[in-house]
């Protein structure tokens, strides 16, 4: 009886370890980048969805951006054309650069010249990729040149900062770019580089938009929470990094292109 007892005991510890294990597997899996990675449509699908969103698409053409039609969000929005496998890449991760080098970067970048201690440290505070937050901002700001990097003076005598076009809208970027500045305090470059990358970490990068692409066409979600409306975004900043990767021969994060059925 003493051996049978013995028995069923240890059956019953194996058993409850087992579904332990076995739950702690599941749950690992299920939180997974890669799991997460479900595909909800099919492109076609996504590509219809994107061409009749509530936030329509634009693209540059004669120097003036227009909406652009479904071509020429395929052509942008299409993972088999992509020029650049950095915009499905990572940006959660960090990556190892020295600080001379960022120096070296942003060296003739206008008002993000000698800031590179501001953005290695959003990167080691926000968990967000240095070279990407560089490559945004140039994007953003026209290599640190543009009316709202360069700071916009109110009535109170206060200048503020947005390097990230963040609540910057096409129809007036400077005015509603420097209001949103002013809301957040941005009232020097080093605060909005850090503004920058909290707000891109907590509202993209948590909600599992963590690549340029995710960013700009969320295909989980299509049409919904986009970052930017200019088709050519993702690529144009992905092309960017992948001149300082090969430059500086940086160690690529996981790249993914896995995203619909």
Do not use: C
């Not at 004669?62 to 039609?69: E, G, I, L, P, T």
């Not at 991760?93 to 000698?114: F, T």
């Amino acid at each position: 009886m003493i051996i049978i007892k013995f028995l069923k005991d240890r059956f019953a510890f194996i058993l409850g370890l087992t579904i332990i294990i076995v739950f702690v597997i599941l749950l690992i899996i299920f939180e997974s980048p890669f799991f997460k990675n479900y595909q909800t449509h099919t492109y076609e699908e996504a590509l219809q969805i994107q061409t009749k969103s509530d936030s329509p698409a634009v693209t540059q053409k004669d120097n003036k951006f227009v909406y652009a039609k479904k071509e020429d969000i395929d052509k942008y929005m299409d993972i088999e054309k992509s020029q650049t496998d950095l915009q499905f890449m990572d940006i959660s991760k960090k990556v190892n650069i020295s600080e001379k080098d960022v120096k070296e970067i942003l060296k003739d970048k206008g008002v993000l010249k000698g800031k590179e201690k501001a953005f290695l440290d959003a990167q080691e505070k926000h968990g967000v990729n240095v070279i990407y937050l560089m490559s945004h901002a140039f994007i953003e700001t026209g290599n640190g040149n543009s009316e709202l990097a360069s700071g916009v003076k109110m009535s109170n005598g206060k200048t503020f900062y947005n390097f990230y076009g963040i609540g910057a809208f096409d129809q007036d970027a400077v005015e509603t770019g420097s209001s949103f500045a002013r809301k957040q305090d941005w009232t020097s470059p080093e605060k909005a580089i850090h503004g920058g990358a909290k707000f891109v970490k907590k509202d993209y990068l948590n909600n599992d938009q963590n690549t340029l692409y995710k960013m700009r066409w969320n295909p989980y979600n299509p049409g919904q929470h986009l970052y930017a409306t200019d088709v050519n975004w993702a690529t144009s900043i992905g092309k960017i990094m992948e001149h300082y990767y090969d430059k500086y021969d940086l160690k690529k994060a996981d790249i993914n292109k896995n995203y619909y059925k």
